[in-house]
């Protein structure tokens, strides 16, 4: 029997912080992943679907040559040389988590192997017993499939299955208009695909500002994708070589949606099969294990980061967790996770960043919300490079304390950090328009829309009226 100070369940990014990070403070740490380390981000997430929202790019923008005043060129996409691509992006990546390195940090690992609950501190790992002060369970999320009748008999590929295609379909029915929905639309469209999204809400990423997706279904359109908002899917079936999905608005109307392919991106849950919860008193919730303000779970000195938490599905945030749970596991000293300032991007062309409450969620709360907005449209850096397109809007009180950030447009997961950056660190819009920002360049759009602030305050009404005053006055004493 192994005596630890912490055993991390799952090798995902949030497994991977604890575990370095326990290691490196001279705990002795266990990590139990039955698959290979790095998990979904690096595997089936963040880094393949990067690289190919990036060829997607390439092939859009080879397309649009005639733009840039070049030759019109054929664009041919080599679908097997952009998944090679991928996979070596994923391999090169894949160098940060190399079990070698984990090994060197001091951490004692049980790969290919999974993990089940004994009691809360006590785990069962192929037979052996691993004791511990403290566990970290990270066992991340899956793909949930909706009830969808005769879709087990027709067949489909999730997001995993997606990503070993070795051949690109000639039609994908995509079937959720999430995050995953939206990137792996719009990147078979860009490849040639011909792609039908049906999705419940009636605009794609239905979390953002309802403006941001009316705004990206615009884009989406524009690379061919046809977008069935407000349809549920519910049946299935293959005829005439294609696999035809029928989804019902909420009057009962029907629509059809016809491929080659169905892509199931519908949401997410918690992965605890197996882990045998109950033996330790492991509580969950809808969304996935519970835990307290301090990520401890139902069991004594049992925490959760990451995915499994339900909160928040991003590398990012599982990070966070993963150095929070990490510290109350080791330390009598606890600190509560913080979602209060929580920044996420979807990879779509152009891109779609968000930080904060929507204008929406905002006006629920408050009666003095303030909204300053500016169009790419209208950015010099934008025009130049051809991509005019998307805005940026910022959501204050009245006091300019800024309450959301939102911004669908090139480059946008680039530009939300000051946004984010001043949210946490209580920096007023004023502040944001004040700041020098590089000319000519995509930033500005945050300076841009801040900047409406002072049009608003200095440029209109009582206080222009005054300004006026001030100047007649001057010009009549100096003349
Ligand atoms: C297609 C896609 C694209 C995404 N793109 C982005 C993005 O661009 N940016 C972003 O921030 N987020 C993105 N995400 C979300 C991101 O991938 C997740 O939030 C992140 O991977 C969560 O990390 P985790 O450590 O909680 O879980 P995971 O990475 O899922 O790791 C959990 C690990 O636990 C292991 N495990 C499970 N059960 C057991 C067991 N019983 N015993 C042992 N091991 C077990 C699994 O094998 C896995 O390796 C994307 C997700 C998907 C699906
Ligand atoms: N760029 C990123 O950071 C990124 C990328 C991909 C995924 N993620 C993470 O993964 C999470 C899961 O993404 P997702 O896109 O799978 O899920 P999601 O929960 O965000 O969206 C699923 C969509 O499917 C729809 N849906 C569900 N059942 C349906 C049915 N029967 N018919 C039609 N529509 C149906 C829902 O209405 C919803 O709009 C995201 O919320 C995000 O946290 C992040």
Partial sequence: MGAYDLVVVGGGTAGLVAAAGGASLGARVALVERDKLGGDC????????????????VAHTLARARDFGMKPVR??????????????????????????????????????????????????????R?????????????????????????????HVEALGLERLPSSLVVVGSGPIGCEFAQIFARFGCRVTMVCASPLPLPREDPEIGEALLRFLEDDGVAHHGG???REARAEGGEKVVTAYDADGQAVEARGEEILIAAGRAATVGGLGLE????????????????????????????????????????????????????????????????????????????????ERQARERRDDVKVYRYGFDDLDRAVADGEPNGFAKIVTDGKGRILGGHIIGPDAGNLIPEVVLAMRRNIPVQALSTTIHVYPTLSEVVKRAADNYYREKLFTGRNRKLLSAFFGLKRRLLS
């Avoid at 080599?78 to 984990?102: L, N, Q, S, Y």
């Avoid at 001091?106 to 192929?126: I, M």
């Fill in 42 to 57: 690096l595997h089936y997430g963040c880094v393949p679907t990067k690289t190919l929202v990036r060829s997607a790019k």
């Fill in 75 to 128: 664009v041919e996409v080599d679908f097997p040389a952009v998944m090679e691509r991928m996979r070596r992006a994923v391999e090169t990546v894949g160098a940060h988590d190399d079990p070698a390195r984990f090994e060197r940090m001091g951490v004692e690992l049980y790969l290919g192997k999974e993990a089940r609950f004994e009691s809360p501190r006590e785990l069962s790992v192929s037979g052996k």
């Fill in 130 to 158: 691993l004791k511990s002060v403290s566990v970290i369970l990270a066992t991340g999320s899956h793909s949930v499939t909706p009830r969808i009748e005769g879709i087990e008999e027709v067949g489909y590929v999730t």
């Fill in 231 to 233: 349809f549920v899917a």
């Fill in 279 to 358: 033996n330790a008193g492991i509580a969950q919730v809808s969304t996935g294990v519970m835990v307290d303000e301090y990520l401890c779970t139902s069991a004594p000195d049992v925490y959760a980061a990451g995915d499994v938490t339900g909160k928040h599905l991003y590398t990012h945030v599982a990070d966070y967790q993963a150095k929070v749970a990490l510290g109350n596991a080791l330390f009598p000293i606890k600190r509560k996770a913080d979602y209060s300032v929580v920044p996420w991007t979807t990879f779509t062309d152009p891109e779609v960043a968000r930080v904060g409450l929507t």
